[in-house]
């Protein structure tokens, strides 16, 4: 079925392509344009179709929408009833006469403006008011009704007859809107069925659409598809013979011709081609001859040549190259005169010939071939193609030249320039060549490198001088200027300054050389020496800051030769140290050596002598011109060659007058600090007289009553052993409790250099607390302590502890003294951050004085009528001594709270030695 219905098609088109279009008659051009007109036209066909259907849909969707338009105008009015109503009932029942009568006007105008745009509706198609003429009069009836019912209203509403104005809107204005309802349900149904013919109208049109556009479409592409496919076997069958033709020509077949029919351009090409190709016949055969006479010469000229064809396969090769390789003409043709080409060379010339190949650009190279003897030499490779008219590469033409001698010749000169260059590279010292009457200047790489300027560029004097430092561009041309007038050598620095902002130092040597017709040219070098430079100024810079610091810090340096004792080298700050003037000249050891003081010269000369290979430090004194004693410590330390030689003794010495000063006026200070820690301890102790000897009779009392129990049982007729000894026991224990009391007292009041330990921080505070809670009972205030457990132990002295935490408790107690209420003090220890312990001190006081808590802690303050200001800052001195801290802080709602953290850990052994001193 299919293969019948396609035959007929066939037959149909062939029908059409030689009764309707004569194909043959007309030229391509007139065909095709024929062609595209009854495509276009049966286009324009379909789509005013489409357009048609298209423009009634758009007529029934248009009458929906006037329909839904007077549907709404109708419920407007109806909707304008009703807030008309509500509005009046709502003012009647405010009975607000004023307000009805200003409002029912803009309420009356609103209704009738609705009715107004209703009616004009109800006039427009597609609707049909004679279908019910009612519709029409009750809009009028409601409209004159309407203005004298609220012209009634409101004389009513002013008259003050509110019922009757209630029955008039009962009675009277809501049957208008019963009316209003109604017409605006016989609108409905009427706009309803208008609506479902209009539905009807357009599924019809949908229907007629869905059939009309696929056969129009099916229509216009039958046309399409019977004039394209007759349109092109016109064209294609006569290509498809001079195709034919072609193929036939690119054979060597001269004598086939193409059949030509018609008239059109294609039958003129088709004698074209038959005519060309018998052209071309005649032309071959005149080319072979050519050809053979141009092979003859080629064999007989003393040059390798070739020939390849325009895919790069050679096809000729003359005698003389066949003689050089020892081979035939079949073992080189095609891609076989690879084997000759040396292996390391092979890949690059392969590519260079077959990247010329596919450019068609001459192509220029060398390459090292093998020779009959198995020996390579260097060729010099030409190949340039030949081009027909149109410039279509016919075939490819190369040529070879001996050029080993060159070769090796390059070779050496360019060994020898990479030396050169690769010198100049390392030393960075680049040469360059000036012609002074030509102008002429060459450059070599590294000259390039370093002026930083491309190779492209030609080098001028202008160049030069433009990237020559501004402040030294002057002195740069001057210097040229005479050395190219006086015909002399030149040898000068100069800097440069680079694109980049950077800039160079340059040293620039010239010899001038002069031939036999007096021409100067001058050879020179250009030597980049900004790192030598740059490490000048750092080394000056350095020194400078050297010299700088051991100004400031008083230190000077030497150095001098072993065992001779003599002097090699002092520094500036040296000369000042040990009173000599820096501008005087390098003073003699034995003048140095009278400057010592008298006592010290023994046993500097004692140190100097034993000094051997051993680094040494000493103190001595020195006395200055005008008669000033220093205190000089020097540091030195042998330098030894790598044979194990000694070389010179270097070292430093410091001025640490300042310092042992300073080291004396802190241990009086300390002592001092010492002496007024004392005196508060005691001071404290004297007030705690009370407390104390309370503390200490209640185990005397205890030992008094346990003795007297004792004698008692002793004294029965029968002894009680056991009692007796129980009493004894508590004797025993209260005499030792006793005293520990007294010991502690005692140690308080002892004077004596601070003595670091390991110390129990619970054991300190419980210690005070037992010292102290007679003082506190004495004023009813309770003592409570929050002692973490296991903490570690700090290093520190116990006696200055407890003066710390006797001195916080009895601010404490005295803080609390006069108040009223709970009297409470709580004592806290437990672990802190960075392994330190943190103690506290907390009551219910007065608390910190307002504005000046930040005063406490400064000496001679306080707030104590009897107090001295100085045991919170002796306190804060011995915190620090110990490597903590001291502060104080306000309770809510009322005290204060004094801290202080102590290291668990001891600290540096300079560290330990500082706490100590403190």
Same mark, same amino acid.
């Given at each position: 079925?299919?293969?019948?219905?396609?035959?007929?098609?066939?037959?149909?088109?062939?029908?059409?392509?030689?009764?309707?279009?004569?194909?043959?008659?007309?030229?391509?051009?007139?065909?095709?344009?024929?062609?595209?007109?009854?495509?276009?036209?049966?286009?324009?066909?379909?789509?005013?179709?489409?357009?048609?259907?298209?423009?009634?849909?758009?007529?029934?969707?248009?009458?929906?929408?006037?329909?839904?338009?007077?549907?709404?105008?109708?419920?407007?009015?109806?909707?304008?009833?009703?807030?008309?109503?509500?509005?009046?009932?709502?003012?009647?029942?405010?009975?607000?006469?004023?307000?009805?009568?200003?409002?029912?006007?803009?309420?009356?105008?609103?209704?009738?403006?609705?009715?107004?745009?209703?009616?004009?509706?109800?006039?427009?198609?597609?609707?049909?008011?004679?279908?019910?003429?009612?519709?029409?009069?009750?809009?009028?009836?409601?409209?004159?009704?309407?203005?004298?019912?609220?012209?009634?209203?409101?004389?009513?509403?002013?008259?003050?007859?509110?019922?009757?104005?209630?029955?008039?809107?009962?009675?009277?204005?809501?049957?208008?809107?019963?009316?209003?309802?109604?017409?605006?349900?016989?609108?409905?149904?009427?706009?309803?069925?208008?609506?479902?013919?209009?539905?009807?109208?357009?599924?019809?049109?949908?229907?007629?659409?869905?059939?009309?556009?696929?056969?129009?479409?099916?229509?216009?592409?039958?046309?399409?598809?019977?004039?394209?496919?007759?349109?092109?076997?016109?064209?294609?069958?006569?290509?498809?013979?001079?195709?034919?033709?072609?193929?036939?020509?690119?054979?060597?077949?001269?004598?086939?011709?193409?059949?030509?029919?018609?008239?059109?351009?294609?039958?003129?090409?088709?004698?074209?081609?038959?005519?060309?190709?018998?052209?071309?016949?005649?032309?071959?055969?005149?080319?072979?001859?050519?050809?053979?006479?141009?092979?003859?010469?080629?064999?007989?000229?003393?040059?390798?040549?070739?020939?390849?064809?325009?895919?790069?396969?050679?096809?000729?090769?003359?005698?003389?190259?066949?003689?050089?390789?020892?081979?035939?003409?079949?073992?080189?043709?095609?891609?076989?005169?690879?084997?000759?080409?040396?292996?390391?060379?092979?890949?690059?010339?392969?590519?260079?010939?077959?990247?010329?190949?596919?450019?068609?650009?001459?192509?220029?190279?060398?390459?090292?071939?093998?020779?009959?003897?198995?020996?390579?030499?260097?060729?010099?490779?030409?190949?340039?193609?030949?081009?027909?008219?149109?410039?279509?590469?016919?075939?490819?033409?190369?040529?070879?030249?001996?050029?080993?001698?060159?070769?090796?010749?390059?070779?050496?000169?360019?060994?020898?320039?990479?030396?050169?260059?690769?010198?100049?590279?390392?030393?960075?010292?680049?040469?360059?060549?000036?012609?002074?009457?030509?102008?002429?200047?060459?450059?070599?790489?590294?000259?390039?490198?370093?002026?930083?300027?491309?190779?492209?560029?030609?080098?001028?004097?202008?160049?030069?001088?433009?990237?020559?430092?501004?402040?030294?561009?002057?002195?740069?041309?001057?210097?040229?200027?005479?050395?190219?007038?006086?015909?002399?050598?030149?040898?000068?620095?100069?800097?440069?300054?680079?694109?980049?902002?950077?800039?160079?130092?340059?040293?620039?040597?010239?010899?001038?050389?002069?031939?036999?017709?007096?021409?100067?040219?001058? &050879?020179?070098? !250009?030597?980049?020496?900004?790192? $030598?430079?740059?490490?000048? =100024?750092? +080394? *000056?810079?350095?020194? %400078?800051? /050297?010299?700088?610091?051991?100004?400031?810090?008083?230190?000077?340096?030497?150095?001098?030769?072993?065992?001779?004792?003599?002097?090699?080298?002092?520094?500036?700050?040296?000369?000042?140290?040990?009173?000599?003037?820096?501008?005087?000249?390098?003073?003699?050891?034995?003048?140095?050596?009278?400057?010592?003081?008298?006592?010290?010269?023994?046993?500097?000369?004692?140190?100097?002598?034993?000094?051997?290979?051993?680094?040494?430090?000493?103190?001595?004194?020195?006395?200055?011109?005008?008669?000033?004693?220093?205190?000089?410590?020097?540091?030195?330390?042998?330098?030894?060659?790598?044979?194990?030689?000694?070389?010179?003794?270097?070292?430093? &010495?410091?001025? !640490?007058?300042?310092?042992?000063? $300073?080291?004396?006026?802190? =241990?009086? +200070? *300390?002592?001092?600090? %010492?002496? /007024?820690?004392?005196?508060?301890?005691?001071?404290?102790?004297?007030?705690?007289?009370?407390?104390?000897?309370?503390?200490?009779?209640?185990?005397?009392?205890?030992?008094?009553?346990?003795?007297?129990?004792?004698?008692?049982?002793?004294?029965?007729?029968?002894?009680?052993?056991?009692?007796?000894?129980?009493?004894?026991?508590?004797?025993?224990?209260?005499?030792?409790?006793?005293?520990?009391?007294?010991?502690?007292?005692?140690?308080?009041?002892?004077?004596?250099?601070?003595?670091?330990?390991?110390?129990?921080?619970?054991?300190?505070?419980?210690?005070?607390?037992?010292?102290?809670?007679?003082?506190?009972?004495?004023?009813?205030?309770? &003592?409570?302590?929050?002692?973490?457990?296991?903490?570690?132990?700090?290093?520190?002295?116990?006696?200055?502890?407890?003066?710390?935490?006797?001195?916080?408790?009895?601010?404490?107690?005295?803080?609390?003294?006069?108040?009223?209420?709970?009297?409470?003090?709580?004592?806290?220890?437990?672990?802190?951050?960075?392994?330190?312990?943190?103690?506290?001190?907390?009551?219910?006081?007065?608390?910190?004085?307002?504005?000046?808590?930040?005063?406490?802690?400064?000496?001679?303050?306080?707030?104590?009528?009897?107090?001295?200001?100085?045991?919170?800052?002796?306190?804060?001195?011995?915190?620090?001594?110990?490597?903590?801290?001291?502060?104080?802080?306000?309770?809510?709602?009322?005290?204060?709270?004094?801290?202080?953290?102590?290291?668990?850990?001891?600290?540096?052994?300079?560290?330990?030695?500082?706490?100590?001193?403190?």
């Amino acid at each position: 079925m299919g293969l019948h219905t396609a035959t007929r098609l066939n037959r149909w088109v062939k029908s059409a392509e030689a009764k309707t279009l004569h194909a043959g008659r007309l030229n391509i051009g007139p065909r095709l344009l024929l062609g595209f007109v009854f495509i276009i036209l049966s286009m324009l066909a379909a789509d005013a179709i489409i357009l048609w259907q298209f423009h009634v849909v758009r007529t029934q969707a248009g009458r929906l929408n006037d329909i839904d338009q007077k549907l709404v105008a109708v419920l407007r009015v109806h909707t304008s009833m009703l807030a008309l109503h509500d509005r009046l009932d709502e003012l009647a029942d405010a009975e607000d006469a004023d307000r009805l009568a200003m409002e029912a006007g803009p309420l009356r105008a609103a209704v009738l403006e609705d009715i107004r745009r209703a009616t004009s509706a109800l006039t427009l198609p597609p609707f049909n008011p004679r279908r019910d003429p009612t519709i029409r009069s009750t809009l009028n009836a409601i409209q004159s009704a309407l203005a004298w019912q609220l012209e009634a209203i409101t004389t009513l509403a002013t008259s003050g007859d509110w019922r009757a104005v209630h029955l008039r809107l009962a009675n009277q204005v809501r049957p208008l809107e019963s009316l209003t309802s109604a017409l605006v349900e016989k609108v409905d149904h009427e706009a309803g069925e208008q609506q479902a013919q209009t539905v009807l109208n357009i599924r019809r049109v949908q229907r007629l659409f869905f059939v009309a556009v696929p056969l129009t479409a099916v229509f216009t592409l039958l046309i399409a598809a019977t004039l394209g496919l007759a349109i092109i076997r016109s064209i294609t069958q006569p290509l498809a013979r001079l195709v034919e033709g072609s193929k036939a020509l690119a054979r060597g077949e001269f004598q086939h011709q193409v059949s030509v029919t018609g008239k059109d351009e294609l039958a003129h090409l088709g004698q074209v081609f038959n005519d060309t190709a018998r052209r071309l016949g005649d032309l071959y055969a005149a080319l072979q001859n050519s050809e053979d006479r141009l092979r003859l010469v080629i064999d007989t000229i003393p040059a390798h040549a070739w020939s390849a064809r325009p895919d790069g396969s050679v096809d000729f090769i003359n005698q003389r190259f066949l003689e050089f390789t020892g081979r035939s003409m079949d073992d080189l043709l095609g891609w076989g005169w690879g084997s000759f080409v040396h292996p390391e060379d092979l890949t690059r010339y392969v590519g260079e010939w077959q990247a010329a190949v596919a450019t068609g650009n001459p192509m220029e190279s060398e390459a090292r071939v093998r020779r009959m003897d198995n020996d390579y030499r260097w060729l010099l490779i030409r190949n340039v193609p030949l081009r027909d008219e149109r410039g279509n590469i016919v075939n490819w033409y190369g040529t070879a030249i001996d050029i080993e001698e060159r070769h090796r010749a390059e070779d050496a000169l360019r060994r020898s320039e990479a030396y050169l260059a690769e010198a100049q590279r390392l030393s960075k010292t680049g040469s360059f060549g000036w012609n002074v009457s030509t102008g002429e200047i060459r450059l070599s790489e590294e000259t390039y490198k370093i002026f930083e300027y491309d190779r492209a560029v030609k080098p001028t004097l202008e160049l030069v001088f433009q990237r020559s430092h501004p402040d030294d561009r002057d002195r740069v041309q001057q210097t040229i200027d005479r050395a190219a007038e006086a015909r002399a050598n030149f040898d000068f620095e100069h800097r440069l300054l680079m694109a980049d902002g950077s800039v160079k130092h340059v040293h620039v040597v010239a010899r001038a050389l002069s031939d036999e017709s007096g021409s100067v040219e001058f &050879v020179g070098a !250009v030597m980049d020496v900004t790192v $030598a430079k740059q490490a000048e =100024e750092t +080394l *000056r810079e350095s020194e %400078a800051y /050297l010299a700088e610091a051991q100004r400031l810090s008083h230190t000077g340096s030497w150095a001098g030769a072993p065992g001779t004792g003599k002097i090699r080298y002092w520094s500036e700050e040296c000369y000042r140290v040990l009173g000599f003037d820096p501008h005087g000249g390098q003073p003699r050891f034995e003048t140095f050596f009278q400057r010592i003081h008298p006592d010290d010269q023994a046993k500097f000369r004692e140190t100097a002598e034993t000094a051997a290979r051993d680094k040494v430090e000493f103190d001595y004194r020195i006395v200055h011109p005008g008669g000033e004693i220093r205190d000089i410590h020097t540091v030195g330390h042998p330098v030894f060659r790598p044979s194990g030689e000694l070389v010179e003794f270097v070292g430093t &010495v410091i001025d !640490v007058t300042e310092r042992k000063r $300073a080291e004396e006026e802190r =241990e009086r +200070l *300390r002592q001092v600090q %010492a002496d /007024l820690a004392h005196l508060s301890r005691v001071t404290t102790m004297g007030e705690l007289t009370a407390a104390l000897a309370h503390e200490v009779n209640q185990p005397i009392a205890a030992a008094v009553t346990d003795a007297k129990t004792c004698l008692r049982w002793l004294a029965r007729d029968q002894p009680d052993l056991e009692e007796a000894r129980e009493a004894a026991s508590r004797i025993v224990k209260d005499a030792i409790r006793a005293t520990e009391i007294i010991k502690r007292t005692r140690l308080l009041f002892k004077k004596g250099p601070p003595q670091r330990e390991l110390v129990d921080a619970n054991e300190v505070i419980r210690e005070i607390v037992v010292l102290l809670r007679g003082e506190a009972a004495g004023y009813s205030i309770s &003592v409570r302590t929050e002692l973490a457990e296991d903490l570690p132990q700090v290093m520190g002295d116990r006696m200055q502890l407890q003066q710390v935490l006797m001195n916080l408790i009895m601010n404490s107690i005295d803080a609390m003294k006069d108040v009223d209420g709970t009297r409470e003090l709580t004592i806290n220890s437990q672990r802190g951050e960075n392994e330190h312990l943190v103690v506290s001190v907390s009551d219910t006081g007065v608390g910190l004085p307002p504005q000046r808590a930040d005063q406490i802690f400064n000496a001679f303050f306080t707030t104590k009528p009897h107090g001295t200001g100085m045991g919170l800052r002796i306190s804060r001195s011995i915190v620090e001594s110990h490597g903590g801290r001291l502060w104080a802080a306000d309770n809510s709602p009322r005290g204060a709270s004094f801290c202080f953290t102590l290291p668990t850990e001891p600290r540096h052994r300079n560290d330990t030695r500082r706490l100590n001193a403190a």
